[in-house]
Nanobody, 126 residues
Framework: QVQLVESGGGSVQAGGSLRLSCAAS??????????MGWFRQAPGKEREGVAA???????SYADSVKGRFTISEDNAKNTLYLQMNSLKPEDTAMYYC??????????????????WGQGTQVTVSS
């Protein structure tokens, strides 16, 4: 059973930074080569892909966060990270970690991932 647990959310002022973590368990993170992603969902909006890292370490970002967010992973710790800098009020959302060994669609599509964490709230005030 794959388990993903996010942490690191909180409230910050615009321009501030946060680092989200996603601790993975239930499988050998690096051995099985999971594709990992970060998604976010604001009230009344659809869940959207923020960033992803594939089995080869290649990263992808939504245009809205390019240059501000960085996705990374520590295979030894089975942990995925999302460093968020220059935060804006529009970044306010619940942030989710997602994983799948074989994406069934594009990295930014929520339906591509079968395993999800419970989410961590990020609130950015102006």
């Amino acid at each position: 059973q794959v388990q993903l647990v996010e942490s690191g959310g909180g409230s910050v002022q615009a321009g501030g930074s946060l680092r989200l973590s996603c601790a993975a368990s239930g499988y050998k993170y690096a051995s099985y080569g999971y594709c990992m992603g970060w998604f976010r969902q604001a009230p009344g909006k659809e869940r959207e892909g923020v960033a992803a890292i594939d089995q080869n370490g290649s990263t992808s970002y939504a245009d809205s966060v390019k240059g501000r967010f960085t996705i990374s992973e520590d295979n030894a710790k089975n942990t995925l990270y999302l460093q968020m800098n220059s935060l804006k009020p529009e970044d306010t959302a619940m942030y989710y970690c997602a994983a799948d060994p074989i994406l069934r669609g594009s990295w930014w599509e929520a339906d591509s991932y079968r395993h999800w964490g419970q989410g961590t709230q990020v609130t950015v005030s102006s």
